[in-house]
């Protein structure tokens, strides 16, 4: 009996000094993280950049269709631009690439040739 109380109290000590040595890591790796996110936010803020969701890149018939197609399954309009030589369905503004991916997950259901297109200001 007297064996397994010691045991018994070293197999306490060990866990409280895993457990505390494990606390105290998982708290330096949020303090790692939350630095990091803060020098991600100030960067953001020194280079504004938008994204936008492209649905087609290519002739003009087909962007057209696209873009009544887009308007008829979705809320809002997408823009139907020219950059030569091909026409371009574009739709959204979204200030993070997380809200950008977030829209192109709901849009390619329906639009599967859909891609995240980033603009600087």
């Known amino acids: 009996m007297h064996k397994s109380c010691r045991n018994l109290f070293f197999l306490t000590l060990f866990l409280i000094g895993y457990l505390n040595v ?3 890591s ?11 996110l803060k020098k991600k936010r100030e960067y953001n803020k020194n280079n504004e950049t938008i994204y936008k ?3 087609y890149n290519g002739n003009e018939r087909r962007a057209r269709n696209i873009k009544q197609n ?10 139907l631009k020219y ?3 091909e026409w371009k369905v ?3 503004k979204y200030y993070s690439k997380i809200e950008a991916d977030r829209a192109l997950n ?3 259901e329906k639009f599967s040739g859909a891609i995240v297109i980033r603009f600087r200001k």
Do not use: C, R
């Not at 998982?26 to 990091?36: A, G, P, R, V, W």
């Not at 887009?70 to 823009?79: D, I, L, R, S």
């Open 53 to 55: 969701i492209q649905l």
């Open 22 to 24: 494990h606390s105290q």
């Open 70 to 79: 887009y308007m008829m399954k979705f809320q809002g309009v997408p823009k």
């Open 26 to 36: 998982n708290y330096t790796d949020n303090e790692k993280i939350n630095s990091l």
């Open 106 to 108: 709901k849009i390619k």
């Open 83 to 85: 950059e030569a030589p």
């Open 90 to 92: 574009q739709v959204g």
